[in-house]
């Protein structure tokens, strides 16, 4: 089946700092999503990015579907943005998704 | 509430119990899916749902038992709990396919469960 792999695996950032976060994908896909799990546990869809870029803030990710791989981007990073970030995409018939194993990101004051 | 929610947030039980796991959307979506987020796993698929009544398993399946009586419910039953299972678990639903945005996956707010 197909491949999900994320980098790097942990992350540590100064509030206000930039970063990128990447996932790269081992088979054609015609959709890709990024999620956070903040803090408090909770899965927030973040990007739904089958191809091209998408900006939502301070968040933007870029997906390049023809070289497998997705961006996330973070720009002026607060503490609230730590927590895991994950890709995923689909696999077989029922939208059923393939999660890549993370990156944790920690963001210090 | 509209959206998906989850029941209960937090559930701390003993090895061989039964706990049954909730999960309510509220947007008429056809399919519904049972995640747990494990440390260095990311997030693995355990059942998943296209229909009422249409069940089938996912990745991680053992140890789990689902029921679609309801589109709008999809509870999952741990039959006799391990510790293995303690985990955060995540409900989600999407739409039926065809319909443009069908691969995108609405997540509950997650249970998180402790086998002691």
């Known amino acids: 089946g197909i491949q999900v792999e994320q980098s790097p695996p942990d992350l540590i950032l100064q509030e206000g700092a930039n970063s990128t976060l990447r996932c790269n994908f081992s088979d054609s896909v015609n959709n890709l999503q990024w999620f956070h799990r903040n803090p408090w546990g909770q899965l927030i869809n973040l990007f739904y990015i089958p191809s091209g870029t998408k900006q939502n803030g301070r968040l933007s990710a870029t997906t390049v579907a023809t070289e497998r791989y997705s961006l996330l981007y973070i720009s002026s990073s607060q503490t609230t943005d730590s927590g895991v970030y994950f890709c995923?995409?689909?696999?077989?018939?029922?939208?059923?998704?393939?999660f890549g194993a993370g990156t944790r990101l920690a963001v210090h004051p | 509430d509209a959206g998906i929610t989850q029941s209960p947030r937090y559930k701390i039980t003993e090895t061989g119990r039964q706990v049954t796991l909730m999960c309510h959307q509220t947007w008429s979506h056809s399919y519904m899916f049972w995640y747990r987020q494990d440390l260095g796993h990311g997030l693995r698929l355990i059942y998943y749902s296209a229909a009422a009544d249409i069940t089938d398993k996912g990745e991680v399946p053992d140890g789990y038992v689902v029921s679609r009586s309801k589109t709008e419910n999809f509870p999952l039953t741990l039959e006799s709990a391990t510790r293995s299972q303690t985990s955060v678990y995540f409900c989600?639903?999407?739409?039926?396919?065809?319909?443009?945005?069908?691969?995108?996956?609405?997540f509950g707010p997650g249970t998180r469960l402790t086998v002691l």
């Open positions: 989600a639903s999407s739409e039926a396919p065809f319909s443009g945005r069908a691969d995108t996956q609405y």
């Open positions: 995923a995409v689909p696999s077989g018939g029922y939208n059923k998704l393939i």
